[in-house]
T-cell receptor, first 117, second 111 residues
Framework: GAVVSQHPSRVICKSGTSVKIECRSLDFQATTMFWYRQFPKQSLMLMATSNEGSKATYEQGVEKDKFLINHASLTLSTLTVTSAHPEDSSFYIC?????????????FGPGTRLTVL | DAKTTQPPSMDCAEGRAANLPCNHSTISGNEYVYWYRQIHSQGPQYIIHGLKNNETNEMASLIITEDRKSSTLILPHATLRDTAVYYCIVKSLWGAQKLVFGQGTRLTINP
């Protein structure tokens, strides 16, 4: 299957700083990428849908000014957590959509664990 | 997209078939059944998807009832590495393309 990478895999930062997480599709072009957040022992929660060259679409309750998403190329989307606070500590996961003929699938990155002190 | 219902947890002995049920009684005609799994602290992994016919690939088989209101994911010979949370998701092939994850089934394979 298609490979999606995330960088960094783990980050620890101080409260009030901003953190950027990168999501790359390594062997395919992805016009659409998705960002999820997962708290311990909970399921994945979709945060936003990112389309290349346009503004991201955020899910209800997700602050677009706090979670900045940029999808400037067909292989890279970034999520910036601005002015991070301890409650933003979570596992952030991206996925990229692939078209293959009649079908389309989503492939997920390995996730980034953010800890805000 | 239609909602799904899964048991919160299941156990299976190593080497045996693991059968994971999913109810999706409000599924509509153009919605597919997708299965993903998430091993601890990793991103979800695509397993299989289907519309109305049974499907099989190298990882698993998907059995969908004739009325499409439920399905079963079958791991034919479960190994310890199959321990994970398994998510059943109903989604249209087109449209918004969002995958909405429920709570899934935590499958534990026992030696």
């Amino acid at each position: 299957g298609a490979v999606v990478s995330q960088h960094p895999s783990r980050v620890i930062c101080k409260s009030g700083t901003s953190v950027k997480i990168e999501c790359r599709s390594l062997d395919f072009q992805a016009t659409t990428m998705f960002w999820y957040r997962q708290f311990p022992k909970q399921s994945l929660m979709l945060m936003a849908t990112s389309n290349e060259g346009s503004k991201a679409t955020y899910e209800q309750g997700v602050e677009k000014d706090k979670f900045l998403i940029n999808h400037a190329s067909l292989t890279l989307s970034t999520l910036t957590v601005t002015s991070a606070h301890p409650e933003d500590s979570s596992f952030y996961i991206c996925s990229a959509r692939v078209f293959s003929g009649r079908d389309n699938e989503q492939f997920f990155g390995p996730g980034t664990r953010l800890t805000v002190l | 997209d239609a909602k799904t219902t899964q048991p919160p947890s299941m156990d299976c002995a190593e080497g045996r078939a693991a059968n994971l049920p999913c109810n999706h009684s409000t599924i509509s005609g153009n919605e597919y059944v997708y299965w993903y799994r998430q091993i601890h602290s990793q991103g979800p992994q695509y397993i299989i998807h289907g519309l109305k016919n049974n499907e099989t690939n190298e990882m698993a088989s998907l059995i969908i009832t004739e009325d499409r209101k439920s399905s079963t994911l079958i791991l034919p010979h479960a190994t310890l590495r199959d321990t994970a949370v398994y998510y059943c998701i109903v989604k249209s092939l087109w449209g918004a393309q969002k995958l909405v994850f429920g709570q899934g089934t935590r499958l534990t394979i026992n030696p």
